[in-house]
């Protein structure tokens, strides 16, 4: 069974930083494109970073760009995302999702339970 | 990067009922168009991937269609376990992924 298990969220100030961490099991982590989607709270999705199975390949939507970085450990089956220079606007549940194909990003088919996310003083 | 706009924005149906959503993409997309459902309090469930492709495991009464930038997914008869908000989203290989704002369905 496919699972992923975010872990980290918290309370931060304005301008703090934070690690998200995604725990894999049931699949090939190593060959699987992943990538962290948010919702703020009442809001819709909005997709924030993809990473190939390799690690090579990686995307992020212009609202991170130059804030939020994405990796992984292969040998730990963890997908990260280091967050700096928070603002309130990046209050969200963080999913952590698994490509339905070993490309990202496609179609997202298995997803965490979330971890949440809020950034206030 | 590429827009998507969904409608309506909600809808109230009657259990029986044809509820048919669009998603219309910024610019042509192709296929890569898919479909997911989200209860209150939990995590999104893929429904159709690539546009019309159902994902396994889902009830046949959800179906999407199109391509370009036109898209609609339909649910043929509505039921109750139903309810809740369904979201397009495109993905490509320049700038990601992006998701639509949503359609929450819901029973009249």
């Known amino acids: 069974e496919v699972q992923l298990v975010e872990s980290g969220g918290g309370l931060v100030q304005p301008g703090g930083s934070l690690r998200l961490s995604c725990a894999a099991s049931?699949?090939?982590?190593?060959?699987?494109?992943m990538n962290w989607v948010r919702q703020a709270p009442g809001k819709g999705l909005e997709w924030v970073s993809g990473?190939?199975?390799?690690?090579?390949?990686?995307y992020y939507a212009d609202s991170v760009r130059g804030r939020f970085t994405i990796s992984r450990d292969n040998s730990k089956n963890t997908l990260y995302l280091q967050m700096n220079s928070l603002r309130a606007e990046d209050t969200a549940v963080y999913y952590c999702?698994?490509?339905?194909?070993?490309?990202?990003?496609?179609?997202?088919?298995?997803w965490g339970q979330g971890t949440l996310v809020t950034v206030s003083s | 990067d590429i827009q998507l706009t969904q409608s309506p924005s909600s809808q109230s149906a009657s259990v029986g009922d044809r509820v048919t959503i669009t998603c219309q993409a910024s610019?042509?997309?192709?296929?890569?168009l898919n479909w997911y459902q989200q209860k209150p309090g939990r995590a999104p469930i893929l429904l159709i991937y690539?546009?019309?492709n159902l994902e396994a495991g889902v009830p046949s009464r959800f179906s999407g269609s199109g391509s370009g930038t036109d898209f609609t997914f339909t649910i043929s008869s509505l039921q109750p376990e139903d309810i809740a908000t369904y979201y397009c989203?495109?993905?490509?290989?320049?700038?990601?992924?992006?998701f639509g704002p949503g359609t929450k369905v819901d029973i009249k």
């Open positions: 999702a698994r490509d339905r194909v070993n490309v990202v990003v496609t179609a997202l088919l298995h």
């Open positions: 049931g699949f090939t982590f190593s060959t699987s494109a």
């Open positions: 990473i190939s199975g390799g690690g090579i390949n990686i």
């Open positions: 610019q042509d997309i192709g296929n890569f």
């Open positions: 690539d546009a019309s």
């Open positions: 989203q495109q993905y490509d290989n320049l700038w990601g992924a992006t």
